[in-house]
């Protein structure tokens, strides 16, 4: 395929008129100063002007396709070539037709934007259809891409040159040039006068940094006919972060927002998320988005022109972080021997480093508070760099960094509208990587959003990008069928890893040993064991070779295709459950992976005294959870009534704890004697009335059992009663519904702030009946974070007061808020990204309430008031 001849064929006195049928002529004053105009506005086939329908915008779309591929008259050699076949022209134009329809969708301002090259335009108007090209050849795609980027010039072209164009960008001009201005200024004081050997070296460092760590394994992709690891740029799931503990001053609660926009403004984070929420994901990407300068505005002033160092604290657990001049050397960054003497510090003392620690939970208790006075001894003694820290939720106390200056955040559970995105974003991507699978894909997607949303235990599971990617994963290789438990989860990811993963790809044995499923279980459980016992979540390569040479005599079917060196390479590079992270260093891939082999390992070794004098410690949590999943039903007791049992030596918290810890287990049991179960319930009733909002949501961690536990919610005080509420709706399930309907009536603004702000955990239509419609609506704002939300509110009437917490159109906006004259307060929660004069469309509306984190809100009609939180 020749672009050029494509190109000649595009005549601009045939293509300009048809590309014009798309848009209006904006009205009069469209460009004024006040009124931004955006392009979805002047699209011919949206709004009240319209002129054109779909299939209009679709037949243009196929004469452009015709045009392309037609050989004019008289065309002789290559000229007469035609790109693609009849059959594959019409798949172009259908998705041509498709992406061009998103013009009425893309968010940009033509004034403010209009720097925008073709190349740029035609990028985000095939983001806004990102499955327009999906079922297109190779050639196919390419033509389609030739003939959006022809299509996007013409457009500018035409845009650029209507009446009062002109006016306006010289106005926006002024603007950028202040802003510009603004952030060469930030950006003077974060870059002081470096030696040129210093800048040669960070620019070669930003380039590494960025191709290091620029790839994910997103789990299942690496199974079946697919590469090991996915592009950031595809894979990074935009993850929303709340304020740890909740925020009660009167106000509604603050909603989850987008990562960004949480640690927009902060320069000592610490963020806490369970196994697989994301932690490291979200690092990566601040690490790779900060090395290549392409930052979203919410963090572009904050971020810009400093240096990522990602530290994960797996790789320093045994001798403490390193000093700055070790960072490379210790994350093994290759070109670590080159950079300048005293290099990190001069970064760090100027105020310039973007510090990122990765996983506080990751070292053993003990050395925990020194990891802390480290992080206090560096803040202050270099002042002026943004810090970034992770931890597991229960790994560290409420407040463990506050008084060092530090805000907590959590990363909050996939909303329903995530485990959708991230779903379909998997068998895209897979998609593209396994086309045998085309036709299947799209079925395979369809029924597992179905059944996430229908089925209870699925979609308990699915709350985090890890269970999503297994659930996926799991879905396409068996063809449908899901197991429903935790333990069957994990079950059958390890026997698609271990089993079937080498006989799908038709692989046969590249190094000469073909170890069956149950042996490399056996020797993985050895190794996830050691780092058990030892507090580890990595081992020296050594260790672990030598930890398989003291059991390889008891596994015969291994001994006897190699020795411990062999199984070693084999196990790391066969099971795609190792890897080593540094030369020397071997561990899981992920940290639930090992939890869940050394519990096996320790139920198949009766070791539950070894559980039971370690339950007190957050880092065994997991594994004990897995273990109750594991044993049979005495075992299951015993393990439960030494929880519940009194130890010496032990501080009444821990305690608590280990009686918590019981109650989180019971619903991971299989068979429990009915007793035992009564026994764990009596022991912890009287444990589920917490002091703190804290407190509070902590009890969610132990699953929907703890509703059993809670006290009737009509014989309690307003302030427990709003606890019960932070309580109950931490528990993402819906049985938690039945126990909210016992708080909707109440008066108290905290608690019914709580119940509305909890919406979108649950299932749309049953909360907004059961709870929404019954929430007195004096004073309370509620929360919209979606379509199906804006929808239900409107069909239980309307709200005066509401709250977007999430993204939405203007077009959605205006036609979802109904009645329109019954809305007063509006809280902008979120950053829609567009002008605000949609507002005029509520004559009603009084106040507008923007979050402290947003950008500046402009086209704001006039009357109505703007108080920024």
Not at 801 to 816: C, D, K, N, P, S
Not at 834 to 847: D, G, K, N, T
């Amino acid at each position: 395929m020749d672009p050029m001849i494509i190109a000649a064929r595009l005549a601009p006195k045939v293509v300009g008129p048809l590309l014009k049928k798309l848009f209006v002529r904006p009205g009069p004053g469209a460009f004024l100063v006040s009124k931004p105009l955006r392009i979805a506005r002047l699209v011919s086939f949206r709004g009240e002007r319209r002129t054109l329908q779909e299939r209009d915008v679709r037949r243009i779309a196929a004469q452009l396709v015709d045009r392309a591929v037609t050989p004019p008259p008289g065309a002789t050699g290559a000229q007469r070539e035609r790109p693609v076949s009849s059959d594959e022209a019409e798949a172009v134009a259908d998705a041509l037709g498709r992406t061009l329809w998103a013009l009425g969708d893309i968010d940009m301002e033509l004034a403010q934007d209009a720097g925008l090259d073709a190349a740029e335009l035609a990028r985000r108007l095939i983001r806004a259809a990102p499955d327009a090209t999906r079922h297109l050849t190779g050639d196919a795609t390419e033509l389609h891409g030739i003939l959006v980027e022809t299509a996007s010039r013409h457009i500018l072209n035409h845009l650029t040159q209507l009446t009062g164009f002109t006016a306006r960008t010289a106005v926006e001009n002024r603007r950028t040039l202040h802003r510009l201005d603004d952030t060469v200024s930030a950006l003077a004081a974060r870059l002081p006068s470096r030696s040129a050997e210093d800048a040669a070296f960070e620019t070669q460092y930003a380039h590494d940094t960025a191709v290091l760590h620029s790839h994910l394994t997103i789990f299942g992709l690496d199974l079946v006919h697919s590469p090991d690891s996915w592009p950031l740029d595809a894979a990074y799931l935009g993850l929303r972060c709340e304020p740890e503990p909740p925020v009660t001053d009167g106000g509604p609660p603050e909603p989850a927002v987008p990562a960004e926009l949480a640690l927009s403004g902060r320069c000592r984070i610490l963020v806490r998320g369970v196994a697989g929420s994301g932690k490291t994901t979200l690092l990566q990407w601040l690490t790779v988005a900060t090395a290549r300068g392409e930052l979203p505005p919410a963090l572009r002033h904050a971020l810009y022109g400093r240096v990522p160092f990602l530290l994960p604290v797996r790789r320093f657990a045994r001798h403490g972080l390193p000093t700055p001049g070790a960072f490379l050397t210790a994350v093994g960054y290759p070109g670590a021997d080159a950079q300048p003497p005293g290099w990190a510090d001069r970064v760090l003392r100027a105020g310039r480093a973007l510090m990122l620690i990765d996983g506080v939970d990751e070292a053993p208790e003990g050395e925990r508070e020194k990891l802390r006075h480290r992080l206090r001894d560096w803040t202050a003694l270099y002042p002026g760099n943004v810090w970034i820290v992770t931890s597991r939720p229960s790994a560290v106390r409420t407040d463990w960094l506050t008084a060092d200056g530090f805000t907590e955040l959590s990363l909050a559970p996939m909303s329903r509208e995530d485990i959708a995105a991230f779903i379909q974003r998997w068998h895209r991507a897979a998609a593209q990587q396994a086309p045998e699978d085309l036709d299947r894909l799209p079925q395979y997607e369809r029924t597992l959003l179905n059944a996430v949303r229908i089925t209870r235990d699925l979609g308990r599971l699915a709350t985090n990008p890890l269970m999503c990617g297994m659930l996926c994963a799991l879905h396409r290789d068996r063809r449908g069928y899901l197991p429903n438990g935790r333990k069957e989860l994990y079950e059958a990811a390890l026997s698609m890893l271990l089993e079937r993963r080498d006989r799908e790809r038709a692989m046969g044995t590249t190094d000469g040993i073909d170890l069956p499923r149950q042996p490399k279980i056996q020797l993985l459980q050895k190794l996830a064991h050691w780092m058990l016992v030892n507090g580890r979540s990595e081992m020296d390569r050594e260790v672990a070779v030598d930890t398989l040479a003291q059991h390889l005599p008891a596994i015969p079917d291994a001994a006897r295709q190699g020795g411990p060196e062999e199984i070693y390479r084999h196990l790391l590079n066969r099971t795609g459950l190792l890897r080593e992270p540094a030369p020397g260093t071997v561990d899981f891939v992920h940290r639930t992976f090992q939890d869940f082999l050394a519990a096996r390992a320790t139920v198949q070794r009766h070791d539950f005294g070894l559980l039971l004098n370690h339950a007190h410690l957050s880092e065994w949590e997991d594994v004990i959870r897995m273990a109750v999943a594991l044993a049979r039903p005495d075992e299951c007791a015993a393990l439960l009534n030494g929880l519940l049992a009194p130890r010496p030596r032990i501080r009444a918290a821990e305690a608590r704890h280990r009686k918590l810890l019981a109650a989180a287990c019971v619903e991971h049991a299989t068979e429990l004697d009915p007793e035992v179960r009564h026994r764990v319930r009596r022991f912890t009733r009287d444990m589920v009335r917490p002091s703190t909002a804290a407190g509070a949501r902590a009890l969610g961690w132990i699953g929907p059992i703890v509703l059993e536990m809670l006290p009737e919610p009509a014989e309690v005080s307003d302030g427990e009663a709003y606890l019960l509420a932070v309580t109950a709706t931490s528990i993402a399930d819906d049985m938690a519904i039945d126990y909210l309907t016992g708080l909707r009536k109440r008066a108290h603004h905290d608690v019914r702030a709580q119940l509305a702000g909890a919406w979108r955990r649950y299932d749309t239509a049953r909360y907004a009946r059961e709870i929404i419609a019954h929430l007195d609506p004096d004073g309370l704002y509620f929360p919209v974070s979606d379509v199906e939300e804006l929808e239900m509110l409107r069909r239980l009437g309307g709200r005066p007061l509401i709250q977007i917490a999430g993204r939405f159109t203007a077009a959605e906006l205006t036609g979802g808020i109904a009645p329109a004259d019954g809305l007063t307060g509006l809280w902008l929660a979120y950053d829609l990204g567009i002008s605000l004069e949609w507002l005029a469309a509520f004559p009603r509306l009084e106040v507008l309430l923007v979050g402290g984190k947003l950008p500046r809100v402009t086209g704001v009609p006039d009357g109505i008031r703007v108080i920024e939180l």
